[in-house]
């Protein structure tokens, strides 16, 4: 297993939880940590636990799928896995999504059965996204006896194929937060590849504690969903498309916000205006990434 995989976790201020993501790893695993400004004592807890680990250091926070791209840049093994530090892994999990390589080569991304702190399921599998809302929670609520090829992954945990990263690209560096897993997931299957549930794989994500939360992380969170949904409709299915949708979301939200604001619910009334002026940029145009123009696609 370690000479064929290398894990990525990406931090932002996650010293609450990387300590035991990185313990619960395998030692002999290579590690990648590509840390995204964190201010606490994240990298200091890096050094102390895995002092091998290679680090990839953001002066400026990327986001997700491009602080992502560079960990896979610098990948040299057969499989990634990519982790988040709210995550615990084991041996045989770990294991597990690699045997699952072997057994179906046609396949690109596997993933494995998540469950919260408590020990219960969390869903880490769905159709692609415009099903979701036919299928509801039967597209995921139930725990499979096998594998299966699946529509969609969660990017929490996930091993990927190498070779086949390299041949399609890696994560849109037009996305920094949000769908990029559903975009990741969207395009390895357009290139022919299949997806995998490993239910051998069973894996802890604590889903949280990787930040701490204030009015500008809020903000921040719900114009990026928003933004990241409309830029996701315009890129599969037409700028007509996207824009009316994004024109939807910042109406229903702003009068969302004014109901709630209105009411004195001013947590609602923050994360739905957020959602408002996060539609209406991705339909002027705004750009959510932090890249330079000349480093997208």
């Not at 041996?91 to 057994?103: G, H, Q, R, Y």
């Not at 299966?148 to 945990?157: D, N, P």
């Not at 604590?206 to 933004?227: D, H, M, Q, T």
Request: hydrophobic residues 40%; contains cysteine.
């Amino acid at each position: 297993m370690a000479a064929r995989t290398t894990v990525i976790t990406i931090t932002h201020n996650g010293g609450l939880v990387i300590g035991g993501l990185l313990k619960s790893l395998p030692a002999d695993l290579p590690l990648i940590v590509v840390d995204n400004a964190s201010r606490d004592d994240t990298l200091d807890i890096v050094a102390a636990i895995r002092p091998d680990a290679q680090i990839i250091r953001n002066e400026t926070g990327l986001g997700y799928g491009a602080a992502a791209s560079q960990g896979l840049a610098a990948v040299k093994t057969e499989f990634a896995l990519l982790a988040n530090p709210d995550s615990l892994m084991t041996a045989d999990a770990i294991n597990a999504l690699v045997e699952a390589a072997d057994t179906y080569p046609e396949a690109a991304m596997f993933g494995p059965i998540h469950k919260d702190g408590d020990g219960n399921i969390e869903p880490s599998h769905n159709v692609e996204l415009w099903k979701r809302k036919s299928y509801g929670k039967s597209a995921y609520d139930c725990v499979p006896e096998g594998p299966i090829s699946v529509e969609f992954l969660s990017g929490a945990v996930n091993l990927v194929r190498m070779n086949v990263m390299s041949q399609i690209g890696s994560y849109d560096p037009e996305i920094y937060l949000y769908y990029e897993d559903d975009d990741m997931c969207m395009r390895l299957r357009q290139a022919g590849y299949s997806l995998i549930l490993v239910s051998s794989s069973v894996v802890t994500h604590l889903n949280g504690g990787s930040v701490r939360p204030n009015r500008a992380y809020y903000w921040e969170k719900f114009w990026n969903i928003a933004w990241s949904r409309i830029y996701f409709e315009t890129k599969y299915k037409g700028r007509t498309a996207g824009s009316c949708l994004g024109i939807r979301y910042a109406l229903r939200f702003a009068g969302k916000a004014l109901l709630y604001g209105i009411t004195m619910h001013r947590a609602k009334a923050w994360r739905d205006l957020a959602r408002s002026f996060g539609s209406i940029a991705a339909v002027i145009g705004v750009r959510a990434s932090k890249l330079p123009r000349a480093n997208a696609r």
